[in-house]
């Protein structure tokens, strides 16, 4: 491994003068600084981050821990995160957890060894319950998960209301039969019960068949597969997350039953596959962009001000209305 000894003796300069020429420290003569730089290139040198960390006691680097990568709407916060970090300078750590809490408590002790300035995280079910008693020795920003904890920012979805628009859409349509299927992993499908079952009392109505599953798409194929055999008077499912609603669609054609006429479908996230199958199908579109830019800005202006208020960031999803929740015809 190439050392700032050996950029050094290569520019024949002392190492301090490399230091500061890396450093970007004032009072370097140009000529100074142009044999450094061109050992550097030379030479390959990469500094040593994590040292120059511990001792600067700052860090450009940020942790970012979500529950799924495979679940597109952890793919489209992750793409916000790196794209607002890039722009101030920060690099991002993305680990995965699987929603398993000893993954997650790896990865956050790791972020403590990488010295990292902050962390954005997606906290799992285990963990969101005790979330106070973590020793985070770092700004934190929770997406997604709603904590108890007056250290941390979050930026959450209003998730009651977005069962409520959804179910009220489906009841408003002719369905009365509704079954769902809820993520069994974090406060999210909670949050969302609350608001189906809201809506269905408002209008007199009880859901036939209800149940919390990981957050899968081979556990929505299984949860969904098991409460049609059960329940043939189903008119529609609801599920809460993208992975889930594919597992319901394939779920429904296995059945041999047609979206809508046999079963209506809607669910969350807008992701390309929901508009490529006919007919498309009906969700609550989050504002996963803007999810992670608000995180990350956040976390920097945490950063920044270490002793600031917390904020609490609640957004709201679009109800994007399509073909898979039809107005039901009459039997």
């Not at 970012?64 to 920060?90: C, H, M, Q, W």
Request: glycine residues 6%; aromatic residues 6%.
């Amino acid at each position: 491994m190439v050392s700032i000894k050996d950029v050094a003796e290569m520019a024949g300069v002392s190492t301090a003068t490399v230091s500061r020429v890396l450093s970007d420290k004032p009072h370097v003569r140009p000529e100074m600084q142009r044999r450094v730089m061109n050992a550097v290139e030379k030479l390959g040198y990469r500094p040593n981050l994590i040292a120059r960390n511990l001792r600067s006691q700052q860090s450009s680097t940020i942790g970012l821990i979500v529950a799924d990568i495979r679940n597109p709407f952890f793919t489209d916060i992750s793409r916000a995160v790196e794209d607002t970090a890039y722009e101030k300078g920060f690099s991002v750590y993305l680990c995965n957890t699987d929603e398993n809490s000893a993954k997650e408590k790896m990865y956050l002790n790791l972020m403590q060894d990488e010295n990292v300035a902050g962390v954005i995280f997606s906290p799992t079910r285990e963990t969101a319950v005790s979330f106070s008693t973590l020793p985070l020795n770092f700004p934190t920003v929770v997406v997604d998960r709603s904590v108890r904890d007056d250290r941390v920012d979050m930026i959450l979805i209003d998730n009651v209301s977005a069962g409520y628009r959804l179910t009220t859409h489906l009841i408003e349509n002719g369905y009365r039969h509704i079954g769902a299927v809820f993520g069994e992993a974090s406060t999210t499908g909670r949050e969302r019960r609350q608001g189906f079952e809201q809506a269905l009392a408002e209008h007199g109505l009880a859901p036939v068949h209800v149940t919390y599953t990981a957050p899968k798409i081979e556990a929505g194929f299984a949860a969904a597969s098991a409460m049609l055999a059960e329940n043939p008077q189903i008119d529609a499912i609801l599920a809460t997350n993208s992975l889930l609603t594919a597992g319901a669609w394939k779920a429904i054609m296995h059945h041999n039953c047609r979206i809508p006429d046999d079963v209506a479908l809607v669910g969350f996230d807008e992701t390309t596959w929901t508009t490529l199958v006919n007919p498309p199908v009906t969700v609550i579109a989050q504002p996963t962009y803007e999810i992670g830019k608000t995180a990350t800005e956040l976390l920097l202006q945490r950063i920044a001000e270490p002793n600031r208020s917390p904020r609490s960031v609640i957004l709201n999803g679009k109800l994007i209305v399509r073909g898979s929740s039809a107005p039901r015809r009459a039997s």
